[in-house]
């Protein structure tokens, strides 16, 4: 063993014993990986921050605004809504979940895709009275399996196209991964139909900020216009596209008294709903109901180039001069460039327009704004701002664009018309431009720890190729697979890269672990596609630990789970994915 091999094997080691520690963040690790690698003389000062610049990052980064934008469309919430909305039993609401969530995992980053589904997998819960860690972590293992179909699907997969670029001059195509996903994938949401009855079935979620500021009382009003989904509907057919998450409290018909919402009253164009509920429910019900919020007619404008409309929730102060006066009486749009979205008060259910009501010390607000001009607002109106959550209200949805631009994205990939880097980042940006998402909102649907550990990371694997260190892996494992059979040596890697996520993170462990494959694969004279094929799979494919992949992570609060709760569901996964992996890559990607 050389010094250079030496040094690349301390700092491999290093960073395993540090990822397991547990003590310092995944992404800071990756850096000092780097710093270390740098000094040692095993990656070049020149080459450093090379990685930085790969594909890998620009993709990754492009597919998370993309899923942000889609997931921002309400499309998937809608669709669920029509094909589902009477299913009750846990057993269909788990297959629902967990089938649709792996099924925008084939067409964009599961994470992203996991993330949308969460809300819809609350709303489930509270339908059925369900523990929502019933769904979440079959729905995060679902997505795992479904990101396993395509490129984009999940980090794994873009890396080993990558490597295999670099290694063979020719990258995996878009649809490349299908036939082995497909087959994995269904098999999967087979098992978590009935294995989800291994988990705990009444953990709550961890206490969050944003539920301690769960204020569900809030009262908006929305007209019913020529567009809207209701009109010759009755209340009662409202209410049922609202699921039962707001409340119609008032109607108001030829801007007379309101009247008394009941269940059999018709709904006429012009016709204003007063409607109770959180701002997020809200938002949803009054885009399913196609309806116009209230302040439609009075846009707020931004000034500048950097400032943005948005929303957040306020208290009224105790000198406040809006106590005893109303948004009408003091002209908040005319005087502030404010619009008042939503009341909510405390055990009070407001009968009077929203325009109207008298406002009093203790009163919650959601206004819509400027964002750079609202905290001075704010100081002059005599309101406390609440801690930061995102309030969509009032924001308006782009349907079926973002789905649209994705959909180009993926034809012209598929179809070799443009790099898979160029038709992400081409859709990530137009995703911006069509007003999917705002600048902050695609800023904050990037998921930055991660890109900053790809692209400290990537020198460092590649010092484990350049220095010999692979040769020097890859000679001891043929030296055991030589005894094997090609399945099993194909089986052994699988398990190798299946073994070493939970410690290095999926996209990590593929750039440890698929160079030694390759060497591998060279010396046994085997094709080493099969065994790029199984390191993916094997690298996605965490089940067993809440930190092998980003998946597991995002379920465990919101699921309640303990971190051994995860490998009873995942250990019997693992073995189902090995043992019918193994020979569908066998099957479409035979070893000569």
């Given at each position: 063993?050389?010094q250079a091999q030496?040094?690349a094997?301390a700092?491999?080691?290093?960073l395993m014993?540090?990822f397991i520690w547990?003590?310092l963040?995944?992404d800071l690790?990756a850096v000092?990986?780097l710093?270390?690698?740098?000094f040692t003389g095993?990656?070049?000062?020149?080459?450093?921050?090379?990685g930085?610049?790969d594909d890998?990052?620009?993709i990754v980064?492009?597919?998370?605004?993309?899923?942000?934008?889609?997931?921002?469309?309400?499309?998937?919430e809608a669709?669920?809504?029509?094909?589902?909305?009477?299913?009750?039993?846990v057993?269909?609401q788990?297959?629902?979940?967990v089938?649709?969530?792996s099924v925008?995992?084939?067409?964009?980053?599961?994470i992203?895709?996991?993330a949308?589904?969460?809300?819809?997998?609350?709303?489930?819960a509270r339908?059925?009275?369900?523990?929502?860690?019933?769904?979440?972590m079959p729905?995060a293992?679902?997505?795992?399996?479904g990101?396993?179909t395509?490129?984009?699907?999940?980090?794994?997969n873009?890396?080993?196209?990558?490597?295999?670029?670099?290694l063979t001059?020719?990258?995996f195509?878009?649809?490349?991964?299908t036939?082995v996903?497909i087959g994995?994938?269904?098999?999967?949401i087979i098992f978590?139909?009935?294995g989800?009855g291994?988990?705990?079935?009444?953990?709550?979620?961890?206490?969050?900020?944003?539920k301690?500021?769960?204020?569900?009382d809030?009262?908006?009003?929305?007209r019913?216009?020529?567009?809207?989904s209701?009109?010759g509907?009755?209340i009662?057919h409202?209410?049922?596209?609202l699921d039962?998450?707001?409340?119609v409290t008032?109607?108001?018909r030829?801007?007379?008294?309101?009247l008394?919402?009941l269940?059999?009253?018709?709904?006429h164009?012009?016709d204003?709903?007063?409607?109770?509920g959180?701002p997020?429910?809200l938002?949803?019900?009054i885009?399913?109901?196609?309806l116009?919020?209230e302040?439609?007619d009075r846009?707020?404008?931004a000034?500048g180039?950097?400032?943005?409309i948005?929303g957040i929730?306020a208290?009224?102060?105790?000198?406040?001069?809006l106590?005893?006066q109303?948004?009408?009486?003091l002209a908040?749009?005319d005087?502030?460039n404010?619009?008042?979205l939503a009341?909510?008060?405390?055990s009070?259910r407001?009968?009077?327009r929203?325009r109207?009501i008298?406002?009093r010390?203790?009163?919650?607000?959601v206004?819509?704004?400027d964002l750079?001009?609202?905290?001075?607002?704010?100081m002059?109106?005599g309101l406390?701002p609440?801690a930061g959550r995102?309030i969509?209200?009032?924001?308006?949805?782009?349907?079926l664009v973002p789905v649209?631009v994705?959909?180009?994205?993926?034809?012209l990939?598929?179809?070799?018309l443009?790099?898979?880097a160029?038709?992400f980042?081409t859709?990530?940006?137009l995703?911006?431009l069509?007003g999917?998402l705002?600048?902050?909102?695609?800023?904050?649907?990037v998921?930055?720890?991660?890109?900053?550990?790809?692209?400290?990371?990537i020198p460092v694997s590649?010092s484990?190729r350049?220095?010999g260190?692979?040769?020097l892996?890859?000679?001891?494992l043929?030296?055991?697979?030589?005894?094997?059979?090609?399945y099993?040596?194909?089986?052994?890697?699988?398990?190798?890269?299946?073994a070493?996520?939970?410690?290095?993170n999926?996209?990590?462990t593929v750039?440890?672990v698929a160079?030694?494959?390759v060497?591998?694969a060279?010396?046994?004279?085997?094709?080493?596609d099969?065994?790029?094929?199984?390191?993916?799979?094997g690298?996605?494919?965490?089940?067993?630990?809440?930190v092998?992949?980003?998946?597991?992570?995002?379920?465990?609060?919101?699921g309640?789970?303990?971190f051994g709760?995860?490998?009873?569901?995942?250990l019997p996964?693992s073995?189902?994915?090995?043992?019918?992996g193994v020979?569908l890559?066998?099957?479409?990607w035979?070893?000569?």
């Amino acid at each position: 063993m050389t010094q250079a091999q030496a040094f690349a094997f301390a700092i491999l080691i290093g960073l395993m014993v540090a990822f397991i520690w547990g003590r310092l963040r995944y992404d800071l690790i990756a850096v000092l990986a780097l710093l270390a690698a740098v000094f040692t003389g095993i990656v070049p000062h020149n080459a450093a921050f090379s990685g930085f610049g790969d594909d890998i990052v620009i993709i990754v980064a492009s597919a998370l605004v993309v899923s942000a934008a889609i997931e921002r469309s309400g499309v998937i919430e809608a669709f669920l809504h029509r094909v589902a909305p009477n299913v009750t039993s846990v057993q269909g609401q788990v297959v629902i979940l967990v089938t649709t969530v792996s099924v925008l995992s084939i067409f964009i980053k599961n994470i992203g895709a996991l993330a949308m589904m969460i809300p819809v997998a609350f709303q489930m819960a509270r339908r059925s009275k369900a523990s929502p860690s019933s769904f979440l972590m079959p729905m995060a293992f679902g997505s795992l399996l479904g990101g396993l179909t395509t490129l984009v699907g999940t980090s794994p997969n873009i890396v080993v196209s990558r490597m295999r670029e670099e290694l063979t001059g020719r990258p995996f195509n878009m649809f490349d991964f299908t036939p082995v996903g497909i087959g994995l994938a269904t098999a999967g949401i087979i098992f978590l139909a009935f294995g989800y009855g291994l988990l705990p079935k009444e953990r709550k979620a961890v206490a969050t900020m944003e539920k301690a500021l769960d204020i569900k009382d809030y009262m908006t009003e929305a007209r019913i216009t020529a567009s809207s989904s209701v009109i010759g509907k009755s209340i009662r057919h409202l209410s049922i596209l609202l699921d039962e998450e707001v409340l119609v409290t008032g109607l108001i018909r030829n801007r007379v008294e309101p009247l008394t919402p009941l269940p059999d009253v018709i709904l006429h164009q012009g016709d204003i709903v007063l409607l109770e509920g959180d701002p997020q429910a809200l938002e949803r019900g009054i885009s399913r109901a196609r309806l116009e919020l209230e302040g439609h007619d009075r846009p707020t404008e931004a000034k500048g180039a950097d400032e943005e409309i948005a929303g957040i929730e306020a208290v009224i102060g105790p000198k406040s001069v809006l106590i005893g006066q109303t948004a009408k009486r003091l002209a908040l749009h005319d005087r502030f460039n404010i619009n008042l979205l939503a009341v909510s008060r405390s055990s009070e259910r407001f009968t009077e327009r929203l325009r109207d009501i008298v406002l009093r010390p203790g009163d919650v607000l959601v206004l819509k704004g400027d964002l750079v001009l609202l905290p001075t607002r704010l100081m002059e109106l005599g309101l406390l701002p609440l801690a930061g959550r995102e309030i969509r209200l009032g924001n308006p949805r782009k349907g079926l664009v973002p789905v649209v631009v994705l959909a180009g994205a993926m034809v012209l990939t598929a179809f070799g018309l443009l790099p898979v880097a160029t038709a992400f980042f081409t859709a990530a940006v137009l995703t911006v431009l069509l007003g999917s998402l705002s600048l902050r909102e695609a800023y904050e649907a990037v998921d930055w720890p991660i890109l900053i550990m790809l692209g400290a990371l990537i020198p460092v694997s590649e010092s484990i190729r350049t220095t010999g260190g692979a040769d020097l892996i890859a000679g001891g494992l043929a030296q055991l697979a030589s005894t094997l059979p090609f399945y099993g040596a194909l089986a052994m890697v699988m398990v190798v890269a299946m073994a070493a996520t939970p410690f290095l993170n999926n996209a990590a462990t593929v750039l440890v672990v698929a160079p030694i494959a390759v060497t591998l694969a060279q010396r046994l004279g085997y094709n080493p596609d099969a065994f790029l094929m199984a390191v993916a799979v094997g690298a996605a494919c965490d089940f067993l630990t809440p930190v092998g992949h980003q998946c597991n992570t995002l379920v465990l609060g919101p699921g309640g789970y303990r971190f051994g709760d995860y490998w009873k569901l995942g250990l019997p996964l693992s073995f189902i994915v090995v043992v019918l992996g193994v020979p569908l890559i066998l099957l479409f990607w035979p070893p000569v």
